[in-house]
């Protein structure tokens, strides 16, 4: 018995090509230009070939010169501004303003960091930001009574607790404690659920991930169709990012400790996304020429020099990546500032649905 090729069939993949493209050019007035997932969700119909057809691999030459640097802090800055203009709309309309929640348990320098970031960009935009500040040896019932205050506060609409927790915290039950409906960091089993299903929404995605598609739609990176490398399999960056490049008809692979051969896998990604948390990781020779490079790694490294005392270095080798992608994204600078518009997003989305203002 023969071999089975098959394939998609050629008038659906124009029929959801054409599709995309309309929900992208009718966005442009809202906030964000990714579409509701289950817009771009198709059941998968195949049509058998009578053989096994092998296409040669083409690389175009690629000249450096063409290099794109994606500007996280400028994209989101103009995301940001929009929602600050539907958070005044909201408070001359209703009086009210969305509320978000931080729990923050410990020291760490960096999480002090991000957590400043968040309440300053609340400032910005107009949102109202509350953060419980709790010891580093806390019991897990002290951060889940302040997770359930807040999921009773009628004006607090999204909560989250800066990750990662202290060791002795079981991060899971602590992150179940927080109310579905204002988990806007979208790592509820349900949210992450609802991801992970055709034809059902989340209604949150989680902020980095979000990001990262946000990313390639407005940098103009065709996502359906292309082969797409996660690195990392976390729950928090890349399970959720695998999910959704799926949701976009990417093809995924995932990439972690225990992948052989993860170089040779990688060089042969249109898309790489890069979440292991490993400075350095991604060598230019596990790059394929004119690919995308979206790098989430920020891991702190000591450095007296800085004025928090360390830096941020990314999973990817900028230096030489840069020389082989088409489209990359620098660490800081890149990633960091999506997330931080996608959380923004995220609690003002949650205020409109609770306070049901459209």
Known sequence: MGLLGV????????????TIRFLHHTSKGQILMSPSLASVDLPDVWSPISSCQSVPAIHKSFNEQTTVVLDGKLIAMEIRSKVAAEVRQMKNCLGKVPGLAVIFVGQRRDSQ???RNKVMACEEVGIKSLVTALPADCAATDVQNAIMRFNKDPSIHGVLVQLPLPQHLDEEKVLDSVCLE???????PLNMGNLALNGREPLFSPC???GCIEL????GVE????KAVVIGRSNIVGLPTSLLLQRHHATVTVIHAFTENPEKITSEADIVVSAAGVPNLVRGNWIK???TVIDVGTTPVEDPGCEDGYRLVGDVCYEEAIKVASVITPVPGGVGPMTVAMLLCNTLDSAKRMLNFT
């Open 7 to 18: 394939t998609w069939t050629t008038h659906l993949r124009k029929r959801l090509s054409l």
């Open 113 to 115: 960091t991000y957590v």
């Open 182 to 188: 204002k988990d806007v960091d979208g790592f509820h």
């Open 208 to 210: 980095t991930p979000k």
């Open 216 to 219: 390639l739609i407005r940098s």
């Open 223 to 226: 996502i359906m169709g292309k």
């Open 289 to 291: 020429p004119g690919a």
